[in-house]
């Protein structure tokens, strides 16, 4: 990874801080963590398409290098979503209905904390009305989840 870190643009490596060499890519705007074991994960795309080619181009970067690289086994581990309602949520009311699937303690977090067991999701909700629900293997399971928790989140609107 000292190599890496040498002859990369963009590369970072402190082991005392992160086991990982961090390199961060212009075109596609994605972060390659380049792990010892020889493992890479791509992070940032906001897309697969984005994320395949980025971590395509940093392995073509480490075969230039004089590293043997092989590109396989790629594959989407988490999708993120971030969504506006564009209206505020009662936090408390949620959380007092749905104890067994919510956590909210704001004196630590300002996000109540919502998971669901099918699709096995986390939403993280803000007061605000904006929510980020991560966890999914694809964005078909972020719509299908959504479209399960949006009538319970309207249920908590904040009636201004």
Not at 6 to 13: G, H, K, T
Not at 61 to 87: C, E, M, T
Not at 91 to 116: C, K, S, T, W
Not at 117 to 122: A, D, E, F, Y
Request: hydrophobic content about 45%.
């Amino acid at each position: 990874l000292r190599k890496v870190v040498l002859y990369i643009r963009n590369a970072e490596y402190n082991p005392r801080r992160f086991p990982g060499c961090v390199v961060r890519l212009r075109e596609p705007r994605v972060t390659c963590l380049i792990f010892s074991t020889g493992k890479m994960v791509c992070t940032g795309g906001r897309s697969e398409e984005q994320n395949n080619l980025g971590a395509r181009k940093c392995a073509r970067v480490l075969q230039k290098l004089g590293f043997p690289v092989l590109f396989i086994n790629f594959r989407i581990q988490n999708v993120v979503a971030l969504v506006d309602l564009k209206f505020p949520i009662r936090l408390e009311g949620l959380l007092l209905a749905n104890e067994q699937m919510a956590q909210y303690e704001p004196e630590i977090f300002p996000g109540l904390v919502y998971r669901i067991v099918n699709p096995k999701l986390v939403f993280i909700i803000f007061v605000n009305g904006k929510v980020v629900i991560t966890g999914a293997k694809s964005v078909e399971l972020i719509y299908e989840a959504f479209t399960k928790v949006y009538p319970v989140l309207r249920n908590f609107r904040k009636l201004s």
